[in-house]
Nanobody, 124 residues
């Protein structure tokens, strides 16, 4: 099992920026991703990245605003969030697993290792 610890969440105004971090233990996971769960709603994929190729995948709702990256030397995952909207308010989680099917990289069920989450609140 991979240990994941998120940080960086806080309350910001619409239009602001945040960078989330996820420190991960190294067990050779092939893919890491960010997910979010708004109050009362289902968890959804936000962005994912493959360790070796650095190929990235984004949900349509965040394309052009969010950027996922990974520092392989420290095994730290980042999510740069710009132009934040109230709709981005959610608990944000990072996840890691061996996901070989690129089409499932933003599917929560593809991941078996999860962090505890960090809250992001965007006010209008």
């Amino acid at each position: 099992q991979v240990l994941l610890v998120e940080s960086g969440g806080c309350s910001v105004q619409a239009g602001g920026s945040l960078r989330l971090s996820c420190a991960a233990s190294n067990d050779g996971s092939y893919c890491m991703g960010w997910f979010r769960q708004p109050p009362g709603k289902e968890r959804e994929g936000v962005a994912s990245i493959y360790t070796s190729s650095s190929s990235t995948y984004y949900a349509d709702s965040v394309k052009g605003r969010f950027t996922i990256s990974k520092d392989n030397a420290t095994n730290t995952l980042y999510l740069q969030m710009d132009s934040l909207k109230p709709e981005d308010t959610a608990m944000y989680y990072c996840a890691a697993d061996w996901v070989l099917d690129f089409g499932l990289a933003l599917t929560p069920a593809s991941y078996n290792n999860w962090g505890q989450g960090t809250q992001v609140t965007v006010s209008s």
